[in-house]
């Protein structure tokens, strides 16, 4: 398969998570050009010591947003700790997400049929009715409200446990910036809204005009109005955040065919 031939696409995801899309850009004929603008990073030891403290027992759900939250959960407790209260429900955002949790050994109580976000989760009717049902979202310090804000307006008691941090990484951007001046990047593919903010601040003013002239594949539509917000023109939006769908949606993009939503 060579439908990215010729194609130089620029892979924002963390360093752990790129390996996937990379191989696959690799695989349909295109170069696949690293460059991640998030760093997933570890707590201090006083804000670990929230996680191994928290009293599970309290909770009705658990709510992991990311397969990032499931393995860092993980590196600071004991998994044993959730498996040991029967009562506990969990719910995953993304199959992602469901195969981090399966993987760890955890039963999967409710993943949204359609959708890897948290509109998807919350449209299951599982959800619908929560009344004085106590939740415990785990994530990533800074993320989202929305999920909160819902579940609470629906009666339930909401509390955050933030098990790792997003950085933006130190590295060399010299490599990036010459492509960007030779015109030398052809797609660019984003994951998260911090990452495509952090990759404005990486490439620096010098070259950000070079930068929004590249075209961009977003991983949902509000990602995508965030992007148009900082002065992307095209964007393209792949139909999940999985690796396959992304790279679909790029070699749509590329060819001019019709997979993804472009805006």
């Known amino acids: 398969m060579s439908s990215l031939q010729g194609t130089t696409v620029l892979v924002t995801r963390p360093v752990h998570q790129a390996e996937n899309l990379s191989q696959l850009i690799a695989s349909a004929g295109g170069l696949a050009v690293r460059f991640p603008t998030l760093e997933i990073a570890k707590l201090t030891d006083s804000e670990a010591e929230q996680v191994v403290s928290v009293n599970l027992a309290t909770y009705d759900w658990l709510v992991f947003i990311s397969a990032n939250a499931v393995t860092m959960h993980g590196y600071y407790?004991?998994?044993?700790?959730?498996?040991?209260?029967?009562?506990?429900?969990?719910?995953?955002?993304?199959?992602?997400?469901?195969?981090?949790?399966?993987?760890?050994?955890?039963?999967?109580?409710?993943?949204?049929?359609?959708?890897?976000?948290?509109?998807?989760l919350l449209a299951m009717p599982e959800l619908a009715q929560v009344n004085d049902q106590r939740f415990l979202i785990i994530r990533g310090q800074g993320g989202r409200e929305e999920l909160a804000n819902v579940l609470r307006a629906r009666g339930a008691s909401v509390d955050y446990l933030d098990v790792y941090k997003r950085v933006m990484p130190s590295i060399d951007n010299a490599k990036l910036l010459e492509l960007l001046k030779q015109q030398g990047l052809d797609i660019i593919t984003i994951t998260s809204a911090e990452a495509v903010q952090n990759l404005l601040k990486m490439v620096g003013e010098s070259c950000k005009q070079h930068l929004l002239e590249v075209p961009l594949v977003v991983v949902s539509q509000r990602i995508r109005k965030i992007a148009a917000e900082i002065g992307f023109k095209r964007i393209a939006v792949a139909e999940s955040p999985s690796d396959i769908a992304i790279l679909d949606t790029v070699i749509m993009s590329v060819t001019g065919g019709e997979c993804g939503r472009s805006e």
């Not at 955002?93 to 981090?100: P, Q, V």
Request: no cysteine; glycine share 6%; charged share 25%.
């Open 77 to 120: 407790s004991d998994s044993d700790r959730i498996k040991k209260f029967k009562s506990l429900r969990i719910a995953a955002i993304g199959k992602s997400t469901a195969l981090a949790l399966n993987k760890a050994g955890y039963v999967v109580d409710l993943l949204a049929e359609n959708g890897a976000n948290t509109e998807a």
